[in-house]
Structures are given as C-alpha cells and as structure tokens.
C-alpha cells in the first residue's frame, strides 16, 4: 500500500523567513496531494492540493510542487506570520479521499 | 453552515470500558470517513461510509472496533471493549463527493487508562 514520508517533523523560522515541508510517495497510482493545517485544539483544515496533472500550484503566499518521476511534493511558505505556527500534514491519495498521511511537520514561525 | 461536530472532545475511560464515539457530517454530505492518529504518528484512515453503507473498511484495526451510520446521517464509533493502545485522536471528516475536499471536525481525543 501507499506510504507517505513527511520532513522535517519540526521547523522552526523567523517571521519573514520562507519554510519548506517535504513529502515523498510510494505508489505510482496516487494522483491527488492536499497539504492540510491543523491548529491547537482544531482538526486538519485544507490549505492547498494539487493533483498528479499539474507540477506546481500557488495561492498566495503557499504553493506545491509536485515531482511524479521522484515521487516527491513540497510545501512552500513564503513571508511566514506566527499564525502559520501549526501541524503541517501531507497526504497521498489514489482515489475517493482515503486519505495516506505523513507524520506531520511542527512549524513554528518566531517573531 | 455547522461544519463537521464530533462528541465527546474528550474521554478517558479505564481498559476495559466501552466508548462510544460521535460524528455529525456536514448536512447533505454523502461521505463520511474515520480517522485515527495514535500517539503523534500518522493520522490513519479507519474506514469510509457513502451513505449508511461501508464503502471502505479497510483501516478498522480490529473487531473491537464498530462504525455505525444508520439512515445515513450521523455516525457512531465504539469501541469495546478499550485497550490501551486504542489511546490516540480520532478524527471524522465528511464530503460531498468522494473526489472532493473532505472537511475534517475538531476530533474526540480518546485516553484509556
């Protein structure tokens, strides 16, 4: 089955500074990405997907990128706030949101 | 519009004991999926409903653990009786559309003791 490796587990920038969350998928057939965040005491938000027909999506200070021949995607923040800090999950998914998830990536954003 | 609600936030219960665990979908989402993230690890899909009916089971961890969704609504997960690796967060998340951006509730964090 898919499995789903997620680095670093923490990450620790100053406001301002750019931070990078890395992925890497073991099944060929995974065709869908989502990045999810999740705060103290909330459940996993949604903050930006990109599927296995497109390399990189950007939505304002996020983007993806996606590598299918590596089998990699990555996580870009750029101009961190301290309102990023949060649990960064990345997922895997073949088909029908049966979600293959990573560890996590604690992010903390200094000001 | 409620997003997804799980009950209780919280429970700890002593190995043994049975818990029952709640989710309420978004209204009018077919999709309702059960996820479990055991002791900071990965958070680990349990199973998928459409509707009332198990679509995907897969992830159930053993016959201790039983999902309900009668008439399709709400659903129920519990656990009976606990052990202690059965410790961790449980997350319940719903879609309209099974390609579509699952929406995750708060999570019931689960202690057994």
């Known amino acids: 089955g898919e499995n789903v490796e997620q680095h670093p587990s923490t990450l620790s920038v100053q406001e301002g500074d750019s931070a990078v969350i890395k992925c890497t998928y073991s099944?060929?057939?995974?065709?869908?990405f989502p990045w999810y965040k999740q705060e103290l005491g909330k459940g996993p938000q949604l903050i930006i997907d990109?599927?296995?027909?497109?390399g990189e999506k950007k939505d304002q200070r996020i983007a993806v990128t996606l590598n299918k021949t590596a089998k990699h995607f990555s996580l870009h923040i750029t101009e961190t706030q301290p309102e990023d800090s949060a649990v960064y999950f990345c997922?895997?998914?073949?088909?029908?949101?049966?979600?293959?998830f990573g560890t996590g990536t604690r992010l903390l954003v200094s000001p | 519009e409620a997003g997804v609600t799980q009950f209780p936030s919280h429970s700890v219960i002593e190995k043994g004991q049975t818990v029952t665990l709640r989710c309420d979908p978004i209204?009018?989402?077919?999709?309702l999926y059960w996820y479990r993230r055991v002791m900071g690890k990965e958070i680990k899909f349990l199973l998928h409903f459409v509707k009332e009916s198990k679509q995907d089971e897969s992830g159930m961890p053993n016959n201790r653990f039983l999902a309900e969704r009668t008439g399709g609504t709400y659903s129920t997960l519990k656990v009976q009786p606990a052990e202690l690796e059965d410790s961790g967060v449980y997350f319940c998340?719903?879609?309209?559309?099974?390609?579509?951006?699952?929406?995750f509730g708060q999570g019931t964090r689960l202690t057994v003791v």
């Open positions: 209204s009018g989402h077919d999709n």
């Open positions: 998340a719903s879609s309209q559309d099974a390609r579509q951006e699952a929406f």
């Open positions: 099944d060929s057939a995974s065709n869908y």
């Open positions: 990109i599927r296995s027909n497109v």
């Open positions: 997922a895997a998914d073949t088909g029908f949101q049966k979600l293959v």
